[in-house]
């Protein structure tokens, strides 16, 4: 009997702020947000989960993604933009809740999150421009799994991609003034969120 308990979900959804992260210790991962369906086809909700990915497969097959031009390199360093939209089936584990702050009127109120580690990515679908149809995507081995019905991969919000990226802000560590500039944010209501190695700012 192992001596560990797993938490794994599986499911589908459309991923969103793809970014490299190097963190100051430790190896540099790929992290992503998931924007999981559930509930009923007609009247699905939306769940969003922030994402290392970790597992041996999962970072192979997000990098052939890469290759695939179903991301592109952002304005800012470590950043992928993505010009149509992703849709994969997905197993998520170590599900956990996390918070972070943000100033409202002065003080600092928690904002409840949840986040997780991409373990496998099953089946992938790719919209190369938001006005293309999605395509099947077959990654280069040979486990891949039936795909989602296209139907599935039709929606793909655009928002909360544009708005969170815009928010985050990032400042050089070698920088002789960076506690200062990093004390002025917090001030001006920024909270550091370590998985994109900045300061983000909630509305």
Do not use: W
């Amino acid at each position: 009997m192992s001596d560990a308990y797993d938490l794994i979900v599986n499911g589908v959804g459309t991923l969103h702020r793809l970014r490299y992260v190097k963190p100051s210790k430790g190896k540099p991962y790929y992290a992503v947000t998931v924007c999981a369906f559930h509930g009923l086809k007609d009247s699905k909700q939306t769940t969003f989960i922030d994402c290392s990915i970790v597992g041996e497969q999962a970072v192979y097959r997000i990098e052939e993604l890469i290759s695939s031009g179903a991301f592109t390199l952002g304005q800012k360093q470590g950043q992928y933009d993505i010009p149509g939209g992703v849709f994969i089936s997905f197993s998520i584990g170590d599900l956990r809740s996390d918070m972070f702050y943000r100033n409202v009127d002065g003080k600092q109120e928690p904002v409840p999150t949840i986040k997780g580690r991409i373990l496998k990515i099953r089946t992938a679908k790719i919209r190369f421009t938001k006005d293309s149809d999605p395509v099947d995507f077959h990654f280069g081995d040979s486990n891949t799994e039936e795909a989602p019905p296209v139907e599935e991969a039709l929606p793909v919000p655009e928002v909360h991609e544009e708005t969170l990226e815009d928010r985050v802000v990032r400042l050089d560590k070698s920088d002789p003034n960076c506690f200062m500039h990093a004390s002025q944010l917090v001030n001006e209501g920024y909270t550091y969120d370590e998985s994109v190695d900045g300061f983000i700012k909630v509305a």
